[in-house]
């Protein structure tokens, strides 16, 4: 089994810096990617940013520039600093980790999301 714990969300004004973090735990064998993403009330989730094991990152569109994705894999710890924030930022942002987990002498990929984390933008 593994866990995705996010901590960092909050209340902020435009302008402001928030910092997330999510931290894997289980019976990691190797995490893959790893993501935020966000849903806004209303909106579908939408992928914020994404960081492949090597460090590959990659933006949305709108948030290019202002948010930078990165990861400990140590720690097996993805973060996302987030500055210049917007109130169309206002969302429940998730995280997400590709996971290998070994079951006996095998191993098996699955997508693992955290309990989200609000982050409330007030203009």
């Known amino acids: 089994q593994v866990h995705l714990v996010e901590s960092g969300g909050g209340l902020v004004q435009a302008g402001g810096s928030l910092r997330l973090s999510c931290a894997a735990s289980?019976?990691?064998?190797?995490?893959?990617?790893m993501g935020w993403y966000r849903q806004a009330p209303g909106k579908r989730r939408e992928l914020v940013a994404g960081?492949?094991?090597?460090?590959?990152?990659n933006y949305a569109d709108t948030v290019k520039g202002r948010f930078t994705i990165s990861r400990d894999n140590a720690k097996n710890t993805v973060y996302l600093q987030m500055n210049s924030l917007k109130p169309e930022d206002t969302a429940v942002y998730y995280c997400?980790?590709?996971?290998?987990?070994?079951?006996?002498?095998?191993?098996?990929?699955?997508?693992?999301w955290g309990q989200g984390t609000q982050v409330t933008v007030s203009s």
């Open positions: 960081i492949t094991s090597g460090g590959v990152t």
């Open positions: 997400n980790a590709d996971v290998t987990i070994m079951v006996v002498t095998t191993t098996l990929s699955g997508d693992y």
């Open positions: 289980g019976s990691i064998f190797n995490i893959n990617a």
